[in-house]
């Protein structure tokens, strides 16, 4: 199965700090790169994602770097807010399934 | 608002016993996915159908799983005989593809635990 690497695990922010996660993938023909966001006790949740056509994308506080040379995609979060405090999974695929990074757990303390 | 649901929230069941947990995916929505998640493993693709056909369930223990969609509205994933490594949280997720960015509508999530 192909892997997808990601990195720490976990990550302790203060506020208004800057949250940096960081992916690798394998498969050169994956096309889809999404972030997911899970709070306890509930399912992931789409936060953003990324085709390889572009090198960035932002969302608010949230942007995704995309270095499709190097097989990696980082997810930095902006000004981090204890609401932000979550499990983050990146994921890479196609429009058929994606597989998912192991997570990281944020937490952003005041 | 749309969303995926699964039941039952928690099943508490003895090592041996059946098993059943059922997903209703977003109303339209033609992808079916379950996944696994432990603290060890994180979220493992056990097996996702389109069009209520079975596309991969390569994710799944063929001699203890079994997953079947019975109509558009039910999606089922079934343990027999159910075993302690069994213990994760279940999800389902539905989504719409072909799409340029097909995302996946995560449920609440089954908590099982086996005895």
């Known amino acids: 199965q192909q892997q997808v690497k990601q990195s720490p695990q976990s990550l302790i922010v203060q506020k208004g700090g800057i949250s940096i996660i960081n992916c690798a993938y394998e498969n050169t023909a994956f096309d889809y790169f999404p972030w997911y966001q899970q709070f306890p006790g509930k399912g992931p949740a789409l936060l953003i994602a990324?085709?390889?056509?572009?090198s960035e994308k932002k969302e608010g506080r949230f942007t995704i770097s995309f270095n499709k040379s190097a097989k990696q995609f980082s997810l930095h979060i902006m000004d981090s807010q204890p609401g932000d405090s979550a499990t983050y999974f990146c994921?890479?695929?196609?429009?058929?399934?994606?597989?998912f990074g192991t997570g990281t757990k944020l937490q952003v303390i005041p | 608002d749309a969303r995926v649901t699964q039941t039952p929230r928690d099943k508490v069941t003895e090592m041996g016993q059946e098993v059943t947990m059922r997903c209703q995916p977003i109303l339209g929505h033609n992808t079916v996915f379950w996944y696994r998640q432990t603290m060890m493993q994180g979220l493992e693709l056990l097996a996702y159908?389109?069009?209520?056909?079975?596309?991969?369930d390569s994710g799944m223990p063929k001699d203890r799983f079994s997953a079947e969609m019975p109509d558009a509205t039910l999606a089922t994933l079934k343990i027999q005989p159910s075993e302690p490594r069994d213990s994760a949280v279940y999800f389902c997720a539905s989504g719409l593809a072909p799409a340029r960015e097909p995302t996946q509508y995560f449920g609440p999530g089954t908590r099982l635990t086996v005895l």
């Open positions: 159908f389109r069009n209520r056909a079975p596309l991969d």
């Open positions: 990324i085709r390889p056509d572009v």
């Open positions: 994921a890479s695929g196609g429009y058929q399934k994606v597989t």
